[in-house]
């Protein structure tokens, strides 16, 4: 009889109900929203883009290698989230910095480059102010940080860096490399792995490096087995 009470078809029904209801409330939901937010940024990222002519599509190109990048050192989903949302917006920033500027064909002026250097101050601070954003701020204020200390705002190095922001000044550099920009061509493919390895150390973290260099091997894998 006890036996019967557990396994009435009543009680299944209203288990599975439940169930139901957990799953759509706590998996679901969450995917929808993530999905709606990652899209929500995604356009957002392209509006900024058709400002800078040349880096439309930057954003997602560098978001898919990033999240690779991510998956490759086996970094906690929560990491995956944010590093994929920074990316998207790594250049917001850029929406405050002139148009004459953003697509110079020539050399930049010491004075323009200081206020190209801005868009990650303006970046970090525009997701500061968003509460579901505000984990992120570090990585965009910092992704030209350098290994080595060279780079800007805070002249960070090494571990002082956040991820993320390691992270996507890997793939950020190397998307803008083989892609053709006002003031440059774009480079081949080889020679771009030549540049990303060589500043491994200085510009870049090795252990990045290393994992991007892996997915990049494994793309190229995937598209021969294809």
């Known amino acids: 009889m006890g036996s019967g009470f557990l396994f009435s078809p009543a009680l299944v029904v209203s288990a599975l109900v439940t169930l139901a209801v957990l799953c759509y409330t706590y998996i679901y939901l969450p995917k929808q929203m993530r999905r709606a937010y990652s899209q929500s940024l995604v356009t957002l990222a392209r509006a900024v883009e058709t400002k800078d002519v040349g880096s439309v599509g930057h954003?997602?190109?560098?978001?898919?290698?990033?999240?690779?990048?991510?998956?490759?050192?086996?970094?906690?989903?929560?990491?995956?989230?944010?590093?994929?949302?920074?990316?998207?917006?790594?250049?917001?920033?850029?929406?405050?910095?002139?148009?004459?500027?953003?697509?110079?064909?020539?050399?930049?002026?010491?004075?323009?480059?200081?206020?190209?250097?801005?868009?990650?101050?303006?970046?970090?601070?525009?997701?500061?102010?968003?509460?579901?954003?505000?984990?992120?701020?570090?990585?965009?204020?910092?992704?030209?940080?350098?290994?080595?200390?060279?780079?800007?705002?805070?002249?960070?190095?090494?571990?002082?860096?956040?991820?993320?922001?390691?992270?996507?000044?890997?793939?950020?550099?190397?998307?803008?490399?083989?892609?053709?920009?006002?003031?440059?061509?774009a480079k081949d493919e080889d020679e771009a792995i030549r540049e990303i390895r060589a500043g491994a150390g200085k510009s870049y973290d090795p252990a990045v490096v290393d994992a991007f260099l892996q997915v990049l091997k494994n793309k190229h894998r995937g598209k021969a087995e294809a």
């Open 59 to 185: 954003g997602e190109r560098v978001a898919e290698y990033a999240v690779s990048v991510v998956d490759e050192m086996r970094l906690p989903k929560g990491e995956r989230t944010k590093i994929e949302y920074a990316t998207y917006l790594q250049d917001i920033g850029n929406a405050r910095v002139p148009h004459s500027i953003l697509n110079k064909a020539g050399d930049l002026t010491d004075e323009e480059f200081e206020v190209i250097r801005t868009h990650v101050m303006i970046g970090a601070e525009v997701v500061e102010n968003v509460k579901f954003l505000h984990d992120i701020s570090p990585i965009i204020r910092h992704h030209h940080e350098a290994w080595d200390g060279s780079g800007y705002p805070g002249g960070l190095s090494g571990d002082k860096i956040p991820l993320g922001a390691r992270i996507i000044a890997v793939c950020m550099a190397y998307d803008a490399m083989v892609h053709e920009r006002p003031f440059r061509e």
